[in-house]
């Protein structure tokens, strides 16, 4: 099992950024293919962005491509997402997602476990 704990959420004003963090313990993380969602209220939970094992290889929403960057440092056990050039529609809690199964997953239902989520608001 995984534990998952997101931090860095906050209030921006659009056009600024943040950086969000994703803590994992448990088992190596090394193991876990990694994804970020977000749901703002009312909507469904969507997909932000995914990452391989390794983080070489990563996908992104259309709606977020050129603007976030997702990472991860093994060694660290911790992922990150880079928000840039926010927009008040990206204003919604995000979580960060863990499952053992392979590759580059954009579905929530492929995703074992879950943090708590962050709230990130941007203003306009």
């Known amino acids: 099992q995984v534990q998952l704990v997101e931090s860095g959420g906050g209030l921006v004003q659009a056009g600024g950024s943040l950086r969000l963090s994703c803590a994992a313990s448990?088992?190596?993380?090394?193991?876990?293919?990694m994804g970020w969602f977000r749901q703002a209220p009312g909507e469904e939970r969507e997909f932000v962005a995914a990452l391989s094992r390794s983080g070489a290889a990563t996908y992104y929403a259309d709606s977020v491509k050129g603007r976030f960057t997702a990472s991860r440092d093994n060694a660290k056990n911790t992922m990150y997402l880079q928000m840039n050039s926010l927009k008040p529609e990206d204003t919604a809690v995000y979580y960060c997602a863990a499952t053992m199964r392979v590759g580059i997953l954009r579905q929530a239902y492929d995703y074992n476990y879950w943090g708590q989520g962050t709230q990130v608001t941007v203003s306009s």
């Open positions: 448990g088992r190596a993380f090394s193991l876990y293919a």
